[in-house]
């Protein structure tokens, strides 16, 4: 339902080209897209039944804004901007990068051959991405030894070691003919490009002499050697007519999801595919968002455009070809026609794979959490946050951070808290000590860098953790983020949660929950891995500090020495093993490795 301060500005929306900003009730943007015409599009989320993501989305909207641009190249690459600014949680979020390597030819006076993942608009040459990174490794090899360029830092006044083994053509000590270098560069795109029957021929050769002189262990290498060549130059068979670098994109849209197919054809062959699914927010205009999707796709850092890109009907072609600055087509008819097809069809096969698995895994996921917030008599929140704290004796303490998204751990988001002050051990003041700085640590940083909070945190104890957590949400940070404890029972199992807001005058009360329901089961895993993450990084603390503390006790041995032995050894295991000169190589003088062998 559309507030009255929507239905007001709906009135006021332009038919014109543009982006649009979705926000939610704290104002943050939860959505960004694009429409040729923002009055139509804009009034479709309020004027309309929705179903799905997109029904979710419009649930959570407040407020939006409009930017109106001249024309769809603008739009597109607004949208862009604005996604990658804001990180909207109803946007499809890209993965950065490949993480395939590639294979470069630089662009130098004395160019060389080495595996990359970083691609540099510096006029070098770059083949790939691989998926089998050891099969891109050997080729590499194979190509240094075979075609060799320079194979070291050049100019040193002397030939180096690989001079001496045929692979560099000696920029160590002499000046290399451009021409031979040309010449050379020549083969290795050759053979990249797919021209290897002769390196077969050859290797194969090889291979057959080793068994019969009975050199099994030199046949072997020179078999694995020539899989792994035929694994990055010609694995795949040969299934266009010409050799021209083109990606091809299709897509499947059903119950609201859609499943976008990637396949990359180098060399005229299908080098590999990706395909990517995704809860579709626009269920009015897919086209759309497909469309934003590839350009997203090479906005990422590390993608190389090829030469040609061939998308379905029903897309702006000329739009997207101003964007990206390369041609994109959608063939008609024949072998492209053919290619274009088989995309749709894997994706759909992937799409109708996906439903089967997420009727299964939803239950355990999002319909868990849930759970925990209908229980809690809160609206559902995507994001989770747990805190725990670990010590011995109030020696080394710890905090640690783990958060989950709609049912499932995002560890790229968990966070370790080495806690500064001198705790006190009575009356679990400690605990409320920890809680306290912790928390305060954790939220005034998000609000100092503008990043959005969690919709529940969930303590690792009783009514001391909620009360001091809520005390510095409340009072010091005027943040009203819901806040429950995991209580266990006398046999040490959590079986309810800890909920209200004393300070606002809501009394805390047990929440029990069905042992046999998914969301006690999340609860349990929220609260065991907050547990796990908090002790593994107590441990690794305590162990490391002990060890800082043995060594300082040493006589002659300060600061500097200890952190050099640290950073040589690092453990007190490997420091008592290790031989006077060892010690030495560490940075010791005689005198200390010897009272070092001696104390320890």
Same mark, same amino acid.
């Given at each position: 339902m559309a507030t009255q301060l929507i239905e007001n500005k709906l009135k006021l929306l332009p038919a014109k080209p543009g982006c649009y900003l979705m926000k939610d009730v704290n104002g943050k943007v939860i959505y960004v897209g694009k429409s040729k015409n923002l009055r139509s599009r804009v009034r479709s989320y309020f004027k309309s039944t929705q179903v799905g993501r997109r029904a979710e989305l419009v649930e959570d909207i407040r407020d939006y804004d409009i930017i109106t641009v001249s024309t769809d190249k603008e739009a597109f690459l607004l949208e862009v901007t604005l996604i990658k600014k804001y990180?909207?949680?109803?946007?499809? *979020?890209?993965?950065?990068?490949?993480?395939?390597?590639?294979?470069?030819?630089?662009? $130098?006076?004395?160019?060389q051959t080495k595996l990359t993942s970083i691609i540099r608009k510096d006029g070098g040459y770059y083949f790939g991405p691989y998926p089998n990174v050891y099969a891109a490794q050997a080729t590499l090899k194979f190509i240094q030894k075979v075609f060799p360029l320079r194979h070291c830092h050049g100019k040193q006044g002397r030939p180096c070691l690989y001079y001496h083994m045929g692979q560099c053509l000696g920029a160590c000590f002499k000046t290399v003919p451009k021409s031979v270098y040309e010449a050379q560069i020549k083969k290795i795109?050759?053979?990249?490009?797919?021209? #290897?029957?002769?390196?077969?021929?050859?290797?194969?050769?090889?291979?057959t002499a080793a068994s019969e002189n009975l050199e099994f262990e030199r046949a072997a290498e020179i078999r694995d050697q020539l899989n792994y060549i035929e694994e990055t130059?010609?694995?795949?068979?040969?299934?266009?007519?010409?050799?021209?670098?083109?990606? #091809?994109?299709?897509?499947?849209?059903?119950?609201?999801? #859609?499943?976008?197919?990637?396949?990359?054809?180098?060399?005229?062959?299908?080098?590999?595919?990706?395909?990517?699914?995704? =809860?579709? !927010?626009?269920?009015?205009?897919?086209?759309?968002?497909?469309?934003?999707?590839?350009?997203?796709?090479?906005?990422?850092?590390?993608?190389?455009?090829p030469k040609e890109v061939l998308i379905p009907a029903k897309i702006d072609n000329e739009a997207l070809s101003e964007?990206?600055?390369?041609? @994109?087509?959608?063939?008609?008819?024949?072998?492209?026609?053919?290619?274009? %097809?088989?995309?749709?069809?894997?994706?759909?096969?992937?799409?109708?794979?996906?439903?089967?698995?997420?009727?299964?895994?939803?239950?355990?996921?999002?319909?868990? *959490?849930?759970?925990?917030?209908?229980?809690?008599? /809160?609206? &559902?929140?995507?994001?989770?946050?747990?805190?725990?704290?670990?010590? +011995?004796?109030?020696?080394?303490?710890?905090?640690?951070?783990?958060?989950?998204?709609?049912?499932?751990?995002?560890?790229?988001? &968990?966070?370790? &808290?080495?806690?500064?002050? $001198? @705790?006190?051990?009575?009356?679990?003041?400690?605990?409320?000590?920890?809680?306290?700085?912790?928390?305060?640590?954790?939220?005034?940083? /998000?609000?100092?860098?503008?990043?959005?909070?969690?919709?529940?945190?969930?303590?690792?104890?009783?009514?001391?953790?909620?009360?001091?957590? $809520?005390?510095?949400?409340?009072?010091?940070?005027?943040?009203? +983020?819901? @806040?429950?404890?995991?209580?266990?029972?006398?046999?040490?199992? !959590?079986?309810?949660?800890? &909920?209200?807001? =004393?300070?606002?005058?809501?009394?805390?009360?047990? #929440?029990?929950? %069905?042992?046999?329901? *998914?969301?006690?089961?999340?609860?349990?895993? +929220?609260?065991?891995?907050?547990?796990?993450?908090?002790?593994?990084?107590?441990?690794?603390?305590?162990?490391? %500090?002990?060890?800082?503390?043995k060594l300082d006790s040493i006589k002659g041995i300060g600061p500097k020495s200890r952190n050099k032995l640290l950073r040589k050894f690092g453990s007190l295991k490997k420091i008592k093993e290790a031989s006077i000169d060892e010690l030495r190589s560490a940075g010791l003088t005689l005198p200390q490795a010897q009272t070092v062998k001696l104390t320890l």
């Open positions: 990180q909207p949680y109803y946007n499809v *979020q890209l993965k950065q990068g490949t993480g395939y390597p590639y294979i470069e030819i630089t662009n $130098e006076r004395d160019p795109k050759s053979f990249l490009n797919g021209d #290897i029957g002769w390196v077969k021929k050859n290797l194969n050769e090889k291979m130059v010609e694995k795949q068979k040969i299934i266009s007519n010409d050799n021209t670098q083109r990606d #091809i994109f299709n897509f499947y849209v059903d119950k609201s999801w #859609i499943a976008i197919q990637i396949f990359f054809l180098r060399q005229a062959k299908l080098l590999r595919s990706e395909t990517r699914m995704y =809860p579709l !927010t626009d269920t009015n205009d897919p086209e759309d968002t497909f469309a934003s999707f590839i350009v997203q796709f090479y906005g990422q850092k590390n993608r190389i455009l964007v990206l600055h390369v041609p @994109v087509r959608t063939p008609k008819r024949g072998q492209k026609r053919s290619l274009l %097809n088989m995309a749709k069809d894997n994706a759909k096969l992937k799409l109708d794979e996906k439903f089967r698995l997420l009727e299964l895994g939803n239950r355990k996921t999002k319909g868990a *959490q849930k759970e925990i917030f209908d229980s809690l008599g /809160l609206p &559902y929140g995507h994001v989770i946050e747990s805190f725990d704290h670990s010590h +011995i004796q109030g020696a080394d303490p710890v905090s640690a951070l783990v958060v989950f998204k709609d049912g499932e751990p995002d560890k790229n988001s &968990y966070r370790k &808290y080495k806690l500064k002050g $001198e @705790v006190e051990h009575q009356n679990g003041g400690d605990e409320v000590r920890n809680t306290r700085e912790v928390v305060r640590r954790r939220y005034s940083r /998000l609000l100092k860098e503008h990043k959005p909070m969690p919709d529940l945190i969930l303590m690792d104890g009783g009514q001391i953790q909620v009360d001091a957590c $809520e005390d510095i949400l409340r009072n010091e940070l005027n943040l009203n +983020i819901p @806040v429950a404890g995991m209580v266990k029972d006398n046999k040490h199992r !959590t079986n309810h949660l800890l &909920y209200g807001d =004393p300070i606002n005058g809501v009394p805390l009360k047990l #929440i029990p929950l %069905n042992p046999k329901s *998914q969301g006690f089961y999340l609860m349990t895993r +929220i609260q065991d891995e907050v547990h796990r993450f908090a002790i593994t990084f107590h441990r690794r603390t305590h162990a490391k %500090n002990a060890l800082s503390s």
